[in-house]
């Protein structure tokens, strides 16, 4: 049952972006002044999006990531420097002539998830305790490295000034943090821990509601600027194709490298394959204000994102009920 509601709601994911764009596209290009309304309450239902996105992180979790430094470190790694590199590749290859929504695809690709991949790695049959201490750890390190990726990557074609972008990443996200942080804890103490874990439950149902309103109120209030530049798109897609393709093969070759566990190894696949692009569309919107572009490449790339994740766990259940059975045989024949 449980893998049933995650499989509806991946897919309710998927056909609630859609929606999303096409009702703020359509509504944009025959009522602008209807669109203008709707971006005028961005800032509103950004706030909200993040908020809902810190309430549900359980930073006691880095606890648990004490005992696993060796996995860990092998993950930060990855997500912080072989895949960044990766994407910057593939963008800058494929987009020089696109230099705002190259941007975009590189935002994108450089920040790895922090909700829906541990789903994902659950349906997998991952290590979903472990991958719950890499949330924290995820979310902290994206913030903190997000000017200096931006510097590094984007070769001015954006303006980016680190102190500014740093301070207005401490007055957008301190705040709605501590106040996610205070309710989560607050609530863990007054109420019990099935009724608390409903409301996690309701929380993480109610997000990607809120993504659909934020994509919704981008397209509708710059969708002349989208349109403009739509041809690209297609390149855009392809990019997002070759990155899923490129780091399910790196986590393939990490995983033998060190000889990963299964568990292990499909957590490492979902944690490199999945990226965060909620949270990263609202960072990037508070430090790049006025970048229709910008946001529009992290929103598609986030379309195909949950297809790419459900191959790929039919691919790691698959190739471990072949595995698995293979190294029984060794084992027997070896202790014969």
Not at 48 to 60: K, P, Q
Not at 171 to 176: S, T
């Amino acid at each position: 049952m449980l893998k049933l509601l995650n499989r509806l709601l991946f897919v309710n994911i998927s056909m609630l972006l859609l929606a999303g764009i096409s009702i703020g596209a359509t509504t944009g290009y025959f009522s602008p002044s209807a669109g203008e309304w709707l971006g005028d309450r961005i800032d509103m239902t950004l706030l909200v999006l993040i908020t809902l996105l810190f309430f549900g992180v359980r930073f006691e979790a880095i606890v648990r990531s004490f005992g696993h430094l060796r996995f860990i470190s092998i993950a930060v790694f990855a997500n912080f420097v072989l895949v960044p590199l990766i994407g910057y590749a593939i963008a800058s290859v494929l987009m020089p002539d696109y230099p705002l929504i190259m941007v975009g695809l590189l935002i994108y690709f450089m920040s790895p998830c922090t909700d829906w991949f541990l789903g994902f790695t659950q349906l997998a049959k991952g290590n979903v305790a472990l991958g719950t201490a890499l949330i924290p750890i995820n979310m902290l390190l994206q913030l903190l490295l997000y000017p200096l990726y931006l510097q590094l990557f984007t070769n001015n074609i954006v303006q980016v000034d680190p102190g500014i972008i740093s301070s207005t990443l401490l007055q957008w996200f301190l705040l709605p943090l501590l106040l996610a942080i205070c309710l989560h804890y607050l609530l863990r103490f007054l109420v019990k821990r099935d009724v608390f874990n409903h409301i996690l439950q309701r929380v993480d149902q109610l997000t990607p509601w809120v993504i659909a309103l934020l994509v919704l109120e981008i397209f509708a209030s710059n969708i002349t600027v989208i349109l403009q530049n739509s041809t690209v798109f297609s390149w855009l897609l392809l990019g997002v194709f070759i990155f899923f393709v490129a780091t399910f093969l790196l986590g393939e070759v990490i995983s033998r490298l060190f000889r990963l566990s299964y568990p292990e190894h499909a957590l490492l696949t979902m944690t490199i394959a999945a990226r965060n692009a909620p949270l990263m569309l609202a960072v990037t919107m508070v430090a790049l204000p006025g970048q229709p572009l910008i946001y529009a490449a992290i929103v598609i790339g986030m379309l195909l994102e949950f297809p790419h994740l459900t191959a790929l766990r039919y691919m790691l259940l698959n190739s471990n009920s072949l595995t698995v059975p293979l190294l029984s045989k060794l084992r027997k024949k070896y202790d014969s």
